[in-house]
């Protein structure tokens, strides 16, 4: 059975040139960074070539990035830096982020006190920029606040600028969780009012288990992990030196390719949309669809019935890869805390298809016809 993925938000494929970037690192190059000798100095080489072209892509200093073990890593270490550095005694965020964010201000809300607000969502999911410039005003410490670019589940877009500007008025530290965003649009840093921002190779076909932190040279902060002096003494372990080097070749990659991609991922993703709403009674689409939004994202929303609480299933049976929600809670099936914030309706069923460069508008025609089928 031919096996369709309209899961990429989740994660992608590896593309097959930056697994032949990462070969020579896996085999012959496989000197300890930190070691003095030739074969040490190659793999350092390695690391700093991928540091400057994923710098260059960004428009950062190669100083400012930092390679992780992802997105989970990188948000864990800028917010408990914002708290344990720069003196933030406040968190604003909002109530829709990857649990990678709320899991880790939950924790030091409750284990060190520190104080946490929501930002009010508007019925689009988008946040609501007037209520987060009162949450501001209001505060009497300084703030940390972490909202992300796109949310992975529904796929809505920050204005990362406007918010950025808001900080810098309050003298708020801002990190914005970028994961979904880094390799599918051009950034800026030197140019955007940012000091954290986090990105995962996997989203854009490069591996797993790496990532950046970009850290703004005009912050200070001390390590999260203590050991070695890797990463100019911020993060300890010996790097993952091939997923580095497959890292930067992903993002060389998608960079190339953006204008190509972006416009097919998105005429595809908007195929969709349109032959559900043509073939499947009362779909709807959660998020801001036709408005600033993710053009990998499509969060569908069916009718609630016996068969459409089987659908995950149903269509896994049948080859066909999506989700409930984001791929770190769909095995748990307790629902989306995103759906379930913005929308609280019982009586839908919302299931995401994320689309990356492989996908094709015939594929989404066996898909529909699939859906009428089992609905």
């Known amino acids: 059975m031919e096996r369709i993925y309209f899961d990429n938000a989740a994660t992608t494929s590896l593309d097959p040139a930056v697994l032949e970037a990462m070969l ?27 540091r400057k072209s994923v710098a260059k892509i960004l428009n950062a200093h190669p100083g400012e990035i930092f390679f992780t073990s992802g997105g989970t890593e990188s948000s864990n270490t800028a917010i408990n ?26 924790h030091l809300h409750h284990s060190k006190g520190i104080a946490l607000s929501y930002v009010r969502l508007l019925p ?26 796109a949310n992975n589940e529904i796929g809505n877009l920050l204005d990362i600028h406007a918010v950025g500007k808001l900080c810098q008025e309050f003298d708020a530290i ?40 970009y850290i703004n040279e005009d912050v200070k902060i001390t390590p999260y992990i203590q050991g070695g002096s890797q990463e100019r003494n911020m993060r300890a372990g010996t790097e993952n030196l091939y997923g580095i080097v497959g890292f930067a070749k992903a993002l060389e990659l998608a960079t190339a390719e953006y204008e190509a991609h972006s416009t097919h991922i998105n005429s595809v993703r908007m195929y969709m949309a349109e032959q559900l709403l043509q073939h499947i009674p009362s779909v709807s689409f959660n998020g801001d669809l036709y408005g600033r939004s993710l053009y990998t994202v499509l969060n569908v929303a069916f009718p609630k019935t016996e068969k459409t609480e089987m659908i995950l299933f149903n269509l896994d049976i049948n080859g066909i890869c999506a989700s409930g ?36 508008k015939t594929e989404v025609d066996k898909v529909v016809e699939k859906l009428k089928e089992l609905i």
């Open 81 to 106: 830096a914002a708290i344990n550095d720069l003196g933030c005694k406040h968190i604003i965020s909002s109530p829709i982020e990857h649990h990678a964010t709320l899991h880790t201000i939950e």
């Open 325 to 360: 929600g984001s791929a770190c809670t769909s095995g748990a099936n307790a629902g989306s805390h995103v759906i379930s914030t913005i929308k609280n309706n019982p009586d839908e069923v919302a299931v995401r298809f994320s689309f990356s460069k492989h996908n094709t």
């Open 124 to 149: 689009s999911g988008h946040i609501d920029i007037d209520h987060l410039r009162e949450l501001l005003q209001q505060s009497t410490e300084r703030c940390l606040v972490t909202l992300m670019h």
């Open 24 to 50: 020579p690192f896996m085999t012959e190059k496989f000197g300890n960074p930190s070691s003095i000798y030739s074969y040490g100095r190659e793999s350092r080489l390695g690391i700093e070539n991928a």
């Open 174 to 213: 801002f990190h914005s969780d970028t994961v979904q965003t880094v390799g599918h649009y051009p950034f800026d840093l030197r140019n955007t009012p940012v000091h954290f921002i986090t990105a995962a190779g996997h989203k854009f076909h490069g591996p797993k288990g790496v990532g950046i932190l």
